[in-house]
């Protein structure tokens, strides 16, 4: 439709799209998503280990004090449990 179009996008109000809805009467969609994502990453910690790669730089050294993330990554294994 017309309405999706760029110049109509240009027009709009940034808030004025929201596919989900928002407040108690939002799309179940999106809460059925996120609980989804949740039982996934419950799989992966239960059926796997984490152990930390040698090129982990241990202490880590941070990118800046703001963000608090590590400047050189962290290298990770999974191995199955």
Known sequence: PSRFTEE???E???FAYLPFGAGPRGCIGMKMGLLETKITL???LQKFQFKICPE???PLQL???ATLGPKNGVYIMLESR
């Open 42 to 44: 419950l799989r992966i």
């Open 8 to 10: 109509a996008k240009k």
């Open 12 to 14: 709009r109000h940034p």
């Open 63 to 65: 990118k800046s004090k």
């Open 56 to 58: 982990t730089e241990i």
